[in-house]
């Protein structure tokens, strides 16, 4: 599945195509004879202990997709904010969802909450969402669902973190 010529979106938690296909992936010359997995392979080998020439350029790769400012975590919690909708709705975004989990990451409720922390104390990002998403009722409605369900778990014995 990993390197499959055909692109198979059913295979896909969103069951949405993104990214791209495995020749753009050898052409671009992401696919290389020590990791010929890409960036999944780099990661497996990096997690089991192996260090590279090419860890700094991959760390940063995932930092600016998915770290704590990265560009599609950051997308995603906008449209997430613009939409009025929970954080984990699937119907927000599948294709820039699909993106990040390619990226071994999902949007985590306390991420969410920081973003909408952040965007509340006026940093906007540039992100391509709507303009909507930095909306003062938009940011407010956000930050009350990240209230209440802090909230509610406190009530039922959890900590709220």
Same mark, same amino acid.
């Given at each position: ?6 692109? !198979? ?10 990214? *791209? ?14 990791? $010929? @997995? ?8 990096? @997690? *089991?202990?192996? /260090?590279?020439?090419? !860890? !700094? /350029? ?12 990265? /560009? ?16 984990? !709705? $699937? ?6 969802? *699909? ?30 969402? $709507?303009?909507?998403?930095? &909306? ?12 209440? &369900? ?12």
């Amino acid at each position: 599945m990993v390197s499959s010529p055909v692109y !198979d979106k059913s295979v896909n938690k969103y069951g949405v195509s993104c990214g *791209q296909s495995l020749d753009a992936w050898e052409t671009s010359g992401w696919i290389t004879s020590w990791d $010929p @997995y890409g960036w999944y392979h780099w990661y497996c080998n990096f @997690y *089991q202990g192996r /260090r590279c020439e090419d !860890d !700094d /350029r991959q760390m940063s790769r995932w930092k600016n997709c998915a770290g704590p400012t990265g /560009r599609w975590k950051g997308n995603l919690a906008a449209k997430v904010i613009a939409a009025r909708a929970s954080y984990d !709705d $699937p119907g927000v975004s599948p294709v820039v969802r *699909q993106t990040l989990l390619h990226w071994g990451y999902e949007l985590t409720e306390s991420d969410f909450a920081a973003f909408v922390k952040r965007a509340k104390g006026g940093a906007k990002a540039c992100y391509s969402v $709507p303009a909507s998403a930095y &909306s003062s009722s938009n940011i407010d409605f956000a930050a009350k669902k990240v209230e209440a &369900s802090s909230a509610s778990k406190k009530g039922k014995g959890g900590t709220g973190e």
